[in-house]
């Protein structure tokens, strides 16, 4: 079943240097996942206030890329779940663009990223399609 979701952040540049993908499903876990993703923001926007009871956060990190031209975009979400709510899982599509040959980019290192927030269905994991 697809699930529609709200983009909270998408851009090229931020804190994650490795690419990672996240399920966030706390207040606590998201206070932590948004100090490193503002740590090269100065001064840090403060954190998004989320209602967890309500809806999970999902991000998508696709680490420091050499030049701009890249991104990442989550197209679809889609649950997976089965029976047994410890194997639920959400599946995305996400799209990952890198430069074309010749295509004229800035010459600086980028972290590409896209956060949205889905509603709760207690997932414990999240599958690229």
């Given amino acids: 079943m697809k699930l529609d979701f709200t983009t909270i952040e998408k851009g090229t540049n931020c804190g994650y240097e490795i690419a990672e993908r996240r399920l966030i499903d706390s207040p606590e876990e998201w206070s932590e996942v948004w100090q490193q ?29 050499p ?9 679809a979400v889609e649950n997976t779940s089965s029976t047994s709510l410890d194997e639920s899982s959400l599946e995305l599509t996400v799209e990952f663009r890198e430069p074309q040959p010749g295509e004229i980019v800035t010459e600086e290192i980028t972290q590409p990223y896209h956060i949205i927030k889905v509603p709760q269905i207690n997932a414990r994991k999240v599958v690229l399609k």
């Avoid at 100065?42 to 420091?64: K, R």
């Avoid at 030049?67 to 197209?75: A, D, P």
């Fill in 37 to 65: 993703f503002t740590s090269d923001t100065i001064p840090a926007p403060s954190v998004p206030e989320i209602d967890f009871l309500s809806n999970q956060v999902i991000a998508v990190f696709a680490g420091n890329k």
């Fill in 67 to 75: 030049t701009g031209g890249y991104s990442v975009e989550i197209l």
